[in-house]
């Protein structure tokens, strides 16, 4: 099985003359990227660019009220509610924010966020039965719960009622909790069903605080939880989710909290420009190292600190674990591959072992997905059961594959790009064969290459600084909401060498005759024996800082050598 180094460029269609002459205000690059993310109009365009949307009713969601009306009465009567979360970014940030919103509202509240290897993923009856010891009548979960109707029902008899708060997709019966919150369950009327495990623990603040004015909480002040987890989880930046994080990134720059300074600090990162790819690359994988090694507790503790001298002894344990994670997933990366290319022909990678560390199997399998353009499965294999995390590709929905072969599955869940697995080993052998035939009858046949989706075709020269500030305001990019990206062609390379650390990083200076840039790929140094004096590049075009000077700079996301060196044209 090759890697693959080569991506296709595809880029979009022009804009129409009819809608050109309708955003014409803006430059004409900014016209075509706008046109490209379905905005053909000046209201949308700028309702986009400032980032203007009406909130939905968070009474919309099926459940929301009798959520609501149930805390508020264990507010009220000083009952003891656990917050139960998933142990990843998105469900850490969902518990901390109702924990502190429970707690400024007078409420009686503890996390709980169960430890990834002795219990696994979401409700557990042990943990149920732990809570109900300790006096807890009401568990309300967050990013979790949604495919757990036994455990709810255990949680009933032990005497705790349930509030199920979950993004992720229903399978069969909905648990019968005291209310279930799911914009993705049957009949469910909320126009966003997108929206993070995070996303919806701020609709039930926003719920709790509407029926409780008199309490004076501007509940906006926990966005910054929102961006974290809703960046981290690459749920779909459009729409709601995309002001939410607009506007939690705004709390993060003017006002961070402890854990976030003391986070910042340890990874390089200017709170006071942070923006999504910072808490995609740099902040989320520290906040998840916790639980990828050992307990998430290390990072809800890290969020909940109320100064910065508690914050940063958890910062530095996570800068620890992440790093020990880094290597870890780097070991299990080579291993898998060799596993991997045992079977060339394989339209899906398995790759399990006892030695592997189920806190990173997932992120591991996503180096699989990024290394060959084939969904991935990575596992611990225990003795009696094997653990897995499945990545995958826009191609092939991996939590549909799994349904297909829930027969074999202890249990199983997750996304479209991403899922979870428990399969008894005695099924392990036809679960493998299986899902490596659902791939080859939906993939075989396909055109299997990485895509990069290009905005516009651009000269160097035309790349003006007026440009910047619309750019500025179509952040924060993620998901279904790319940066703007850009090609340009046949560049003459005025320099070019390797940096980083690791030699990894290609940095050039590029000129189209006219205008010169300063340019960096990360993680390209690949590129460079094929480089000669001319190429075409894909980037997206943004301001660097460093030590308080800021310059204009590409971001190359992938190149190849002209035409011209070709000897064509």
């Not at 394989?346 to 399990?352: H, P, R």
Request: charged share 25%; aromatic share 6%; proline share 5%.
């Amino acid at each position: 099985m090759e890697k693959h180094q080569s991506k296709k460029w595809v880029v979009a269609d022009l804009i129409p003359e009819t809608v050109s002459r309708s955003l014409q205000i803006f430059p004409v690059p900014i016209q075509q990227i706008l046109y490209n993310r379905h905005i053909e109009n000046l209201e949308s365009a700028q309702n986009y660019l400032e980032g203007k949307i009406e909130f939905e009713d968070p009474f919309a969601l099926l459940g929301m009220k009798r959520t609501v009306d149930r805390i508020s009465q264990s507010i009220s009567q000083n009952e003891s509610i656990a917050i139960y979360g998933d142990y990843d970014v998105d469900g850490v940030t969902a518990t901390a924010l109702l924990v502190e919103v429970i707690q400024a509202l007078g409420g009686k509240v503890r996390g709980y966020i169960p430890n990834r290897f002795d219990e696994g993923y979401g409700l557990n009856n042990d943990a149920l039965d732990l809570l109900a010891g300790e006096g807890v009548k009401l568990v309300t979960t967050v990013d979790c719960g949604i495919r757990s109707p036994i455990e709810v029902e255990h949680a009933q008899a032990a005497g705790i009622d349930v509030i199920i708060s979950d993004h992720h997709h229903p399978k069969g019966v909905v648990p019968s909790a005291f209310a279930v919150i799911c914009p993705k369950q049957a009949g469910d009327p909320y126009p966003n069903k997108d929206l993070a495990g995070v996303g919806l623990a701020y609709k039930i603040a926003e719920g709790l605080n509407r029926t409780q004015p008199e309490k004076g909480l501007n509940i906006e002040k926990w966005l910054d939880l929102v961006a974290l987890g809703t960046v981290a989880d690459i749920v779909p930046l459009t729409g709601e989710n995309r002001v939410l994080v607009r506007k939690g990134i705004d709390v993060i720059r003017k006002n961070p909290r402890p854990g976030l300074k003391s986070l910042a600090n340890m990874a390089g990162v200017t709170l006071m420009r942070v923006n999504s790819s910072d808490i995609g690359y740099m902040l989320a994988p520290r906040l998840n190292a916790a639980g990828r090694l050992e307990s998430a507790l290390n990072a809800l503790n890290l969020l909940l600190a109320d100064s910065m001298e508690i914050a940063a002894g958890y910062a530095v344990k996570l800068e620890a674990q992440n790093k020990e994670r880094q290597n870890t997933t780097k070991a299990i990366q080579m291993s898998a591959e060799i596993l991997a290319e045992a079977d060339p022909q394989a339209y899906l990678i398995f790759a399990a072992n006892p030695e592997f560390n189920l806190g990173v199997v997932g992120l591991a399998a996503s180096k699989l997905v990024e290394s060959y353009y084939r969904p991935a499965i990575v596992a611990y294999q225990g003795p009696d059961f094997t653990r897995g995390s499945c990545r995958s590709i826009p191609e092939f929905h991996i939590t549909e594959a799994l349904d297909e072969v829930s027969d074999l599955l202890i249990r199983h869940g997750g996304h479209a790009m991403a899922a979870g697995f428990t399969v008894s080993n005695n099924n392990l052998e036809n679960f493998v064969k299986r899902m490596k035939e659902i791939a080859r009858q939906k993939l075989s046949g396909l055109d299997l290459q990485p895509v990069i989706r290009i905005d516009t075709e651009i000269q160097l020269r035309d790349l003006k600084p007026e440009l910047l500030p619309y750019l500025d305001q179509m952040q924060p990019s993620g998901q279904d909401n790319p940066e703007p990206m850009f090609e340009s062609k046949n560049l003459r390379v005025i320099q070019k060498k390797t940096v980083g650390a690791d030699s990894s990083h290609l940095k050039m200076v590029l000129t189209d005759g006219q205008i010169t840039f300063d340019a960096i790929g990360f993680r390209l140094a690949h590129h460079l024996p094929a480089i000669k004096d001319h190429v075409d590049i894909v980037y997206n075009f943004s301001k660097n800082t460093f030590n308080d000077r800021t310059s204009l700079q590409l971001m190359i996301r992938d190149l190849k050598p002209s035409q011209k060196e070709k000897g064509i044209g």
